[in-house]
């Protein structure tokens, strides 16, 4: 199911970032008290209450402002509204309302999407400007203090409450849907125009267009896909940092809507600095995914070159071990024949379902090869374990204390489950749970 995204937006310098940072656990965001810190999208993953949803923080809106920086700015947040299926609006209860907050509320009117107002800054229950907000014609005004965390709860389960599963006609039979990202010309267009079999329309990467992936249905053996194309992620430089954020912006959002991913990579080059983020991103999404590495006809080839290509697509990504790599040419067609049945592949990984005797007698023979970690003199019980979802693959461990579970022995019952299980090319997910709270 794809997951809500909630795009905070207003005037620059009102706790955006500090309420980010605050759901987020951690200091993703720049904090600082100073208008127009926060320039570059930002996602961040976020629960409440058993809803599952992504954030993205914006910069400060300066609505009249000239300066170039601004209209960048200003462009990105409307960006990240036109995407977003909830906005929360901030506005300063300190300062007041302001003529510029009129501004900001026009703006999110004619996006027509459900809006929640926090009136930030709010301390020692000091109500009395928040009737002022009124004003905006936006509904109900919700006091809270990002820095305090005051009223956050109360403000979630409005936000919340705003999120709505869309059904619309023909989801069923969309099939599979495939994110298609990389940098630019790392071929992504001509591999899609090669499974599709024919020249799409070409869409050009312009700075301040709202949209330009591109979904395309199709069916190939009697299945159903969608495939979502998307332009290159850009590496940010001085001269045009909007540009990375559009890029990066409608590749996440492409990811978010996939059901699986294809990270297209330009084999005839050296693995950059690039590439390795946007495997970071899709990682971070959450979904599976098949590393793509094209132009292969224009490598030079001896018997070892894949295996060497492999250990140096392990080396540079450690932290997705499980990625799942093939090698094709989509101008000659090379392979690509089976880019489909690899997608396949990784989305059924992603759905698989291990019985809970089997899951169990598979972390019980790793635990007697290698003993849970003690801590000041107390070991790590692991009760059971069952598989709580999947897409991706998530497994709750049933323990006597939670905090005695090292990240390494974490890591080394997650390479168990996949010698035991084919997950390659999916990440998967390990659930620490003391065993007393579910009594």
Known sequence: MVKPLLAIVGRPNVGKSTFFNKMAGKRISI????????????YADAEWCGYSFTMVDTGGIEIHSEDQMWKHIKRQAELAVDLADVILFFVDGKTGIMPDDYDVAELLRASKKPIVLAVNKIDNNNYDSVYDFYNLGLGEPIPVSSEQGLNLGDLLDEIVSKFKVKIEEGTDDEGLKIAVVGKPNAGKSS???RILG??????????GTTRDAIDTPFTKDGK???IIDTAGIRRKNKVNEDVEYYSVIRSIDAMRRADVVAVVIDASEPLSEQDIKICGLVHESQKPSVIIMNKWDAVEKDTFTVNEFNAKLKEELKFMSYFKPIYISALTGKRVNLVLDTLNEVYKNASNRVPTGVLN???TDAMSVNEPPNYNGKKLRVYYATQASVNPPTFILFVNDEKIMHFSYKRYLENCLRKAFDFSGTPIRIRIRNKEKED
């Open 191 to 193: 591999l899609v125009n």
């Open 361 to 363: 007698d598979v972390l």
């Open 198 to 207: 024919f020249d799409r329309v070409i869409v050009s990467d312009i700075a």
């Open 31 to 42: 904090v600082e008290d100073m208008p127009g810190v926060t320039r570059d999208r930002v």
């Open 224 to 226: 159903s896909y969608r």
